[in-house]
């Protein structure tokens, strides 16, 4: 019974975990809702991860977060200092424009 409970408790455990991190240069990426006129546009990335262990769903939020660290580290190897997310994430998955503001 035991067993049962601690196998029942793993995937509970794996859901919760962040599996992205956030690099020296992508902490310097700011997520905004709307980019500014200062700003200059450089591309766009799209990120992905699992939203799914098996037959259960990541936490959103974990999810989301974790889909903006990608991208904030992403925005810095293109040269930018800010991302604006669009559209909303769905199946783990979400665009960002990046953006160099001054």
């Known amino acids: 019974m035991k067993y049962c409970s601690v196998l029942l408790l793993v995937p509970v455990l794996l859901a919760s975990c962040t599996w992205v991190d956030l690099t020296q240069e992508g902490a310097r990426v700011q997520l905004l809702e709307t980019a500014n006129s200062s700003c200059q546009h450089l591309g766009t990335v799209t990120t992905s991860v699992k939203d799914r262990l098996g ?42 424009d990046v953006y160099r503001c001054g």
């Not at 959103?60 to 994430?89: C, F, Q």
């Open 55 to 96: 037959p259960m769903n990541r936490d959103d939020t974990k999810v989301r977060g974790e889909l903006v660290t990608l991208a904030r580290n992403r925005a810095a190897v293109l040269g930018g200092n800010a991302i604006v997310m669009s559209p909303p994430p769905a199946d783990g998955e979400a665009g960002f």
